[in-house]
T-cell receptor, first 112, second 112 residues
Framework: ETGVTQSPTHLIKTRGQQVTLRCSSQ?????VSWYQQALGQGPQFIFQ???????GRGNFPPRFSGLQFPNYSSELNVNALELDDSALYLC???????????FGPGTRLTVT | GDSVTQMEGPVTLSEEAFLTINCTYTATGYPSLFWYVQYPGEGLQLLLKATKADDKGSNKGFEATYRKETTSFHLEKGSVQVSDSAVYFC???????????FGKGMKLTVNP
């Protein structure tokens, strides 16, 4: 059974640019959640996708957006990058909206 | 909203010492409670969980009991090892909610 995978592992962007992060969910899972983990902090919920529809959103501005594809993989897009967007972005998949979440290794984004 | 308060550390212990990490939560309804561990440079791994009052979660020598009367879920291990060095996060998921709410995490270093 393949676990949750994320790409890329690391990314460096310049302020104002746009970035796309990718996540492949674990086999059999139809729900993907995204979290932002700033250095020294706990993960903060960004949003969740269930069967290709957004199902809940945390306190993040609209420049954070996402997609889920028919195979349940997902993308996180961030526009107009700011220095404070530098963080580890974690993807988690689950078999339903309230089910146990399994995390990927994360993408480390650095904004300069 | 839901929240988690946990010991933040950092904490340094000697091998075979006793470990307690305090965690209290605020959540409506009947939340599930989790402990996640994050090893250096990695994503989150579920360590243990409890889904109802008085449940005890256990894994790899770690234990935590869901105490509804004190809204607590303290993590304990009787004898830590160097390999337990990591950051530990307490988290709550309100029943049916789409998101996990995490504490700020506690960094544990175990010296030989």
């Amino acid at each position: 059974e393949t676990g949750v995978t994320q790409s890329p592992t690391h990314l460096i962007k310049t302020r104002g640019q746009q970035v796309t992060l990718r996540c492949s969910s674990q086999s059999g899972h139809n729900t993907v959640s995204w979290y932002q983990q700033a250095l020294g902090q706990g993960p903060q919920f960004i949003f969740q996708y269930y069967r290709e529809e957004e199902n809940g959103r945390g306190n993040f501005p609209p420049r954070f957006s996402g997609l889920q594809f028919p195979n349940y993989s997902s993308e996180l897009n961030v526009n107009a990058l700011e220095l404070d967007d530098s963080a580890l972005y974690l993807c988690a998949s689950s078999s339903g909206t309230g089910a146990e979440q399994y995390f990927g290794p994360g993408t480390r984004l650095t904004v300069t | 909203g839901d929240s988690v308060t946990q010991m933040e550390g950092p904490v340094t212990l000697s091998e075979e010492a006793f470990l307690t990490i305090n965690c209290t939560y605020t959540a409506t309804g009947y939340p599930s409670l989790f402990w996640y561990v994050q090893y250096p440079g990695e994503g989150l791994q579920l360590l243990l969980k409890a889904t109802k009052a008085d449940d005890k979660g256990s894994n790899k020598g770690f234990e935590a009991t869901y105490r509804k009367e004190t809204t607590s879920f303290h993590l304990e291990k009787g004898s830590v090892q160097v390999s337990d060095s990591a950051v530990y996060f307490c988290a709550v998921n309100r029943g049916g909610s789409e998101k996990l709410v995490f504490g700020k995490g506690m960094k544990l270093t175990v010296n030989p």
